[in-house]
């Protein structure tokens, strides 16, 4: 599923690949992991010290003089904005290669990252204090990329799925979770939704909080009968989440699909935006008590995101129902 | 302003979709997927608040360049049980107050009135094998203001909001009691026994339920008794009745005219712009139908004044603009008689002897303008003799800049430009949108140069830089919609774009990623 990826600047700068070929070899290994054609990318890549890492890639795709070279790295550079996700700097301006593979150490610590890749030069005498570096030259090796995929199989474990979701968790400013079979029961969805809001809640100061929703489906819930399901699943995820923290509860007309959409919330005129970056669909999600062997879950393209954003819009008239759960 | 269009039932949308309009509307998305046919919607709206051709085929605004072929041509699936459905939203504050038509009505409405929009059903009559109106709503800010419906050739309006808000005369005293001049006026005139114990106020002298533009509804009434009169007297019951056909006519009528005299405005920018023929000569009469082929730029070229033509110039040859190297300028030119005598004595310089009377001579033999291309060198050429794309980009240029529109749309701005100057037509776009003076400007197109510098321009203006041309753009300035055919219909998405410039909802095919796709592969 997806994975974290930290890339130190200098992997984009000639000065320190100065063997071209192999270096655009590797390149385009990125381009084709990151950027799979026609599905969802795979991979977010650290944006550490506050974005600052963007800024140094810029520069340091301004210095290719060779033409060729630099069209192949550019193409790739302007397109990671579209999987970046900014990191709160953790150590002062780093300092050439070293500083930014201590950079990308230190914001390890704090949440987890996949894999950090350093120049083939650098990263050989490299000894980090924690987390999974390798060299650029190892991202052309198939161990670079096991576990990174767009789709696959997962394992009927709450804590093990949540665990694959972990990326999103900690990144997305907000995440809709759509499950049909959540009432508050411990036998039926409730865990797993729980299990997830509780991972995204968990996430350092340092990051941005999170907005949750969860929609589930309400067809046939009237009076007292909605009442008590909404009482039952504000008890079940009380039981998970920490204090001070919301959910809101969309109820939806009948449906039997599972998706899990996140993104990041940016200003356009004054107003809120959520922007989409992330979706996944799942043919099942663990519950307590599971026969199942295992799950197959599905990154969703990026070309229908919008789509289906649009779909879960909280403010849309297909609602039954909607109430903010207050923890 | 028209600043929303709804359409459904039209050409390849079915559903009905809702398409805001900013000061830049982009359209993008695959070939023949719907894009066109949302332009080909305000011609069609044209037609019918203009010239009530509800059947329409050449239009005016698409002139030789548009063919709807008709009503069951265009109504969707092909389906005349299907019924079109427009509706269209208008900013009012500064449009001109429509009650001059209707003098009658003294009460200041309008003033209160922000917003307004109209609203058509167009249905196919199988008796007269015709399309007809078959309903017709106007609103103010907002809210429904009345109905008007045609059914078996009866015309009526079958729903009047007396009461609505916005027709609250300030000026009277009624105000605070809530009651509006004209539910006043109703009430005066005891409404039941005006309407003769119908429910509905019956209209005569139009064809369906669309009123007749620039002129009062006629309202068929059998209205005999004495109405009350107010405490001083002074209302006379003829005059209470024109009252009322002017309060109505003056929203139900005013409203349609506003939207017809914004649609007139409305110029088009067809997908090929034609080069004037070397003899070209402008018409003396402007025919908007002319800027669907692009001949309407040359036409207002002609007749323009010096400052249009420098400020086509400055985009046409500056280098923060399209950078062609080519300028325009405007010839003039008298066409002597070879066997006329003036000629015979310009060769033999017997005129020369009588200077003043060459010149009277000379200033009465016809002319003829030309406009010619002079390219760096100053060398001059006809536009023939150049690239297609200096004859491609010339006409967006002119409706960019040409202050006569109320809107502009352009599909295919790009077409046969190099990438860097489809990036300086987004600011050229932009420039026309946002400049002075500005006007909405809807474009479809494929050029990912050209958003991009949009998208840029938002960025500077969110970090502060100096604006360029002095035009700031925000997010707000600027709407992207994704045109997609699905299942047979069209459909829209619209993408945001966020402070930074960038699109908040991840772009619906490989549009921006074509490149790189090709590259890695």
Known sequence: MLTEVALTPQVFDPENNPDTEPWLGCISELGHGFFPRGGAPPVMVANLQDGGWAGEVKNAVGRITDHRARVRVQQLASRLKEIVIDRPSVNYWPDGEEGWANEAVASHKFEPIGRIVLTDGFGESYQPSAGKCCTLKQTCQDTFWEGIQSSGPVPMNIGQQVALLRPVCAHAHYLVLKLPHVRGSRDDETPFAAALFESAFRRSARFQPVQAELHVSGEGLQGRALTNTVSNIHSSLAQALPRGSEVLLCLRPRFIDRKLVAGILTKSAGQVLRAPRWAISFDHVARPHDNRSDATWSLIAPQNLAALAKDLDMNATSLLDRRMLHF | ?521
């Open chain 2, 1 to 521: 302003m028209i600043t929303k269009i709804a359409i459904e039932n039209f050409k390849g949308i079915g559903e009905r979709v809702e398409i805001p309009i900013r000061p830049l509307t982009l359209l993008f998305g695959p070939n023949s997927a719907g894009k066109s046919s949302i332009m080909h919607a305000f011609h069609y709206a044209r037609e019918i608040f203009e010239r009530h051709n509800l059947d329409a085929d050449r239009t005016i605004a698409g002139g030789d360049f548009v063919d709807l072929g008709g009503f069951q041509n265009f109504v969707h699936d092909h389906k005349p049980d299907n019924v079109i459905r427009f509706r269209l939203d208008m900013d009012l504050r500064e449009a001109d107050a429509p009650e001059y038509y209707f003098p009658v009505a003294t009460w200041r409405m309008f003033p209160a009135w922000s917003s307004g929009w109209v609203s058509v059903e167009i249905a196919w009559d199988d008796l007269r094998q015709r399309p007809f109106v078959k309903s017709y709503e106007a609103g103010v800010n907002e809210d429904l203001f009345g109905r008007i419906t045609c059914e078996r050739g009866e015309v009526v309006i079958s729903k009047c909001e007396f009461d609505h808000p916005a027709l609250m005369d300030e000026t009277e005293e009624d105000e605070d009691l809530g009651v509006t001049p004209l539910e006043d006026l109703v009430h005066e005139l005891d409404v039941e026994e005006f309407l003769a114990g119908d429910d509905f106020i019956h209209l005569l002298n139009q064809e369906d339920a669309l009123p007749p533009c620039g002129r009062p509804l006629t309202i068929d009434h059998n209205w005999e008794a004495e109405p009350s009169f107010d405490p001083e007297g002074q209302r006379q019951p003829a005059g209470a009745i024109a009252e009322l056909v002017g309060g109505l006519s003056q929203v139900f009528v005013g409203m349609a005219d506003i939207a017809r005299d914004e649609l007139r405005r409305f110029y088009y920018l067809g997908p090929f712009r034609q080069k004037p023929p070397r003899d070209y000569t402008p018409p003396r009469f402007p025919d908007t139908s002319r800027w669907a082929t692009g001949l309407g730029a040359w036409d207002v070229l002609h007749a323009a004044e010096e400052k249009l033509l420098d400020h086509v110039n400055l985009w046409m040859a500056h280098e923060v603009g399209l950078d062609t190297g080519y300028t325009l300028q405007r010839k003039g030119y008298v066409l002597l008689d070879e066997e006329g005598p003036l000629y015979s004595n310009l060769v033999t310089y017997r005129a020369f002897d009588e200077i003043e009377d060459l010149a009277l001579e000379l200033d009465q033999q016809p002319k003829r303008g030309q406009l010619v291309l002079a390219n760096e060198a100053g060398l001059l050429l006809a536009l023939q003799d150049v690239g297609e794309g200096i004859a491609q980009v010339l006409p967006v240029v002119v409706a960019a800049l040409c202050p006569d529109a109320s809107a502009v749309q352009i599909e295919q701005p790009e077409l046969h430009l190099h990438p860097k100057q489809q990036a300086a037509l987004g600011d050229l776009l932009i420039r026309g949108a946002l400049g002075k003076p500005a006007k909405p400007i809807i474009a479809e197109t494929h050029s990912e140069h050209l958003v991009l510098r949009v998208l840029r321009r938002i960025r500077e203006t969110t970090r502060g830089d100096e604006p360029f041309m002095g035009i700031p753009v925000t997010a707000e300035n600027v709407a992207v919609y994704y045109v997609q055919m699905k299942v047979g219909q069209s459909s829209l998405l619209s993408i945001d774009v966020d402070d930074k410039g960038e699109f908040v909802q991840p772009w619906p095919d490989d549009f921006f990623e074509i490149d790189f796709q090709e590259r890695f592969a």
